[in-house]
């Protein structure tokens, strides 16, 4: 596969300051990138949150539309962005904001079916994780939130490079090759790599940069924690269908549910078409105004 060429070394990242692939990336917007500062301070105060998204217009007019979805069934219409911080929590309302804001910076590049799959696949896992926290007993705001930004990566690469990003998914799907495998062939670092150089440098907590670098690996004897909910929202979004690429080798349900907690698998009603409908479902409110919904599955 040719790479793309604009790749000034084949130098380790590490050894190189910012990895080639991640140099020019357009800047994520300024409301997601003071969003994702707040994340790692515990002293902020509601009306701080308001404040900082009320400043653009437009994207406070996103918050409020997802707000007043069907999502979160609302009895009375949110006016306001303090007002949705105060119904919905601040919690909920910084992955509202993420949600929209990634959404915001990858639309230049989803009008391509493949690309339109990851981000599918990012909020497919974020709602997955969400719903599956509070039977794990962790935070499902915060889970929702670690799981949309746990391939913060790989929508950093296709932003920046989402030709040569769409012909790699291309050959990967033709070829089964590994995913992770073809983005360090192609772009010197994967996904997770360049995931955790992006939270970083921008200073993220350490609890989601684990997340980041490590929700591929494979378990070990620690206790189920936010990185293996993670890792388990990211199968069940392929095994429902909403995985990268369209693969015969995604991992049936029922081989997904043995890697949740017994006491989660007691108390979460499993029925794989009944979930893959839902998440479909909220995945279109999320993505109105944003023309994802048109994607194929
Ligand atoms: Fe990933």
């Not at 709602?127 to 926290?133: D, G, H, Q, R, T």
């Not at 992770?180 to 150089?197: K, P, S, T």
């Amino acid at each position: 596969m040719t790479k793309p060429e604009s790749r000034a070394a084949r130098l380790a990242p590490e050894t190189y300051g910012t990895p080639w692939a991640l140099r020019n990336l357009p800047p994520f917007p300024g409301v997601a990138i003071q969003v994702l500062q707040i994340l790692s301070r515990d002293d902020v105060h509601v009306s701080e949150i308001g404040k900082l998204i009320s400043v653009e217009p437009v994207f406070a007019a996103d918050v409020l539309q997802v707000a007043n979805s069907a999502l979160y069934g609302l009895r009375s219409r949110v006016m306001t962005v303090s007002h949705a911080v105060v119904v919905l929590g601040l919690e909920r309302v910084k992955g509202v904001t993420l949600t929209r804001a990634f959404g915001t910076y990858l639309m230049p590049v989803l009008g391509v079916e493949a690309l339109q799959r990851c981000w599918q696949n990012s909020l497919a896992g974020a709602l997955l994780a969400e719903k599956l926290a509070r039977s794990c007993g962790i935070n499902p705001d915060i889970a929702y939130t670690a799981a949309l930004l746990r391939d913060i990566g790989r929508l950093a690469l296709l932003v920046n490079y989402p030709g040569p990003y769409a012909n790699m998914l291309a050959v990967a799907q033709e070829n089964g090759y590994d995913l992770m495998d073809v983005e360090r062939n192609l772009f010197d670092i994967d996904h997770c790599q360049a995931g955790c150089w992006l939270m970083d440098s921008m200073a993220l907590p350490a609890e989601l940069r684990e997340v980041v670098a490590g929700h591929h690996a494979q378990p070990g004897d620690e206790p189920f924690g936010l990185v293996r909910l993670v890792r388990v929202a990211d199968l069940m979004s392929d095994a429902l269908g909403f995985g990268i690429l369209v693969s015969s080798t995604a991992p049936d349900f029922a081989d997904v549910l043995p890697e949740l907690p017994e006491t989660a698998r007691a108390r979460f009603p499993f029925d794989a078409e009944e979930l893959r409908t839902e998440i479909a479902s909220k995945i279109e409110i999320l993505s109105q105004g944003q023309d994802l919904s048109r994607a194929k599955r």
